[in-house]
């Protein structure tokens, strides 16, 4: 054995995750399992929207990875997590590029994402901090964001 972890293929791997997208126009379905999600635009810049735009699921689906792991991680401890709420904010590279002005340069990927997770529980800081750290190392979608972009959170215990 050479000390490495062996590569598995998606192909080869039985827990795969499999989502099928359709539609055309405004917006699209996405069907997994049971659900189905609707996807707006790519990214909007209006005020409101039929529908949340794919970068804004990106969002949501890094704060549901990284808060219901959370729960999960405290449960394990035997900790009481009262409430929890992260809120979050990319940054795109650049907008414009996205919109296909020309003459913009850069990409229309995110160059960041930050935010603050405020989280009330029966716990002290260091529990926390511990916790938070624990949660990050098997979020999935973080690890998979957080190899393409910078991704800063904050943890704050709140009364």
Partial sequence: MNGLAPVVSTTDNPHAFNVRIAGSGESVRAYCRNHT?????????????????????????????????????????????????????????????????????????????????????DCEEQQLAELWQETLSRAPVFHTLSRAVTVRIDVRLVP
């Fill in 37 to 121: 999600i609707v996807v707006g635009s790519q990214a909007s810049l209006r005020e409101a929207d039929a529908h949340p735009s794919a970068v804004e699921h990106m969002l949501a689906a890094l704060g549901g990875d990284l808060l219901t792991g959370l729960a999960i991680r405290a449960a394990r401890r035997g900790l009481v997590i009262h409430a929890a709420e992260l809120s979050l904010a990319g940054r795109l590279n650049n907008i414009l590029v996205h919109l296909g002005v020309v003459g913009e340069y850069g990409h229309p990927g995110f160059d960041a994402i930050d935010g603050t997770v405020f989280v009330s529980a």
